[in-house]
């Protein structure tokens, strides 16, 4: 079965300072969505990648899909308290099953 | 829209006791799941559906049950709460399954602690 590995699992990061947290696939991505939750909250959709190369942006959030290395990252620029939270990944795990990454833990210090 | 609603938001029990969780979404998805979010793990599939009345089996089925009597509700049972059953539950919805390349909406969990 497909497994999801996120690095860092925590990350504490200056304020204004740039961010990046990688998600690697032990199978072929096919597609692979970027979720954030907030602490005692529900996981919110960020963004899905579906093709090897594409890159797509939101606000000072970008995700990039290499299928060749079947690993995604997720960039932020310029950092700012509200990206605190966490950050997961979560692919087509086969047999409509969605599996996930551990997570990614963000702290940003003022 | 409400979306995923889940109820309650908050419980606790007794080892033993048993209950349902509620999951609700009104965007008439036929794909429905429920995960479990424990630290360090990540969610891990429990159980899902791909519509009213077919249910299957996730990572972690052990200790719980599903029924998708309608397209709307998703209720999770926990037969005999155990300890280890001690965890935020989420349920999450979409049109269709993983493969169709459609992002889950989750609702904003159930945080569950048994005693």
New interface residues.
């Given amino acids: 079965s497909q497994e ?1 590995e ?1 690095s860092p ?1 925590s990350l504490i990061v200056q304020e204004g300072k740039n961010l990046t947290i990688n998600c690697t696939s032990s199978k072929t991505l096919y ?1 692979l ?1 970027w ?1 954030k939750q907030k602490y005692g ?5 960020l963004m ?1 990648l ?1 093709k090897g190369g594409e890159e797509k942006s939101h606000e000072k959030i970008t995700a990039k899909l290499d299928e060749k290395k079947q690993q995604s990252s997720l960039h932020i620029t310029a950092s700012q308290p509200s990206h605190a939270g966490i950050y ?1 990944c ?4 086969g047999a ?8 990614t833990r963000l702290t940003i210090n003022p | 829209n409400a979306g ?1 609603t889940q109820t309650p938001k908050f419980q606790v029990l007794k080892t033993g006791q048993s209950m349902t969780l509620q999951c609700a979404q009104d965007m008439n998805h036929e ?1 429905m ?1 429920w ?1 479990r979010q424990d630290p ?6 429990i159980h ?1 559906s ?1 519509g009213a009345g077919i249910t ?1 089996q ?2 972690v089925p052990n200790g719980y049950n599903v029924s998708r009597s309608t397209t709307e509700d998703f209720p999770l049972r926990l037969l005999s709460a155990a300890p280890s059953q001690t965890s935020v539950y ?1 349920c ?1 919805s979409s049109k269709q ?3 169709s ?1 459609q ?7 159930t945080r569950l602690s048994i005693l």
């Avoid at chain 1, 909250?41 to 959709?45: K, V």
């Avoid at chain 1, 099953?97 to 997570?103: M, S, Y």
């Avoid at chain 2, 360090?40 to 599939?45: E, H, P, S, T, V």
């Avoid at chain 2, 992002?103 to 969990?109: K, R, V």
């Fill in positions: 999801l996120q699992q597609g969505y979720y909250e529900g996981l919110i959709f899905m579906q997961l979560g692919a087509d795990g409509q099953k969605l599996v996930f990454g551990q997570g | 995923v794909y799941s995960y360090g793990m990540g969610l891990r599939l899902y791909v299957d996730g990572e989420f999450a399954g993983p493969q390349n992002p889950q909406h989750f609702g904003d969990g």
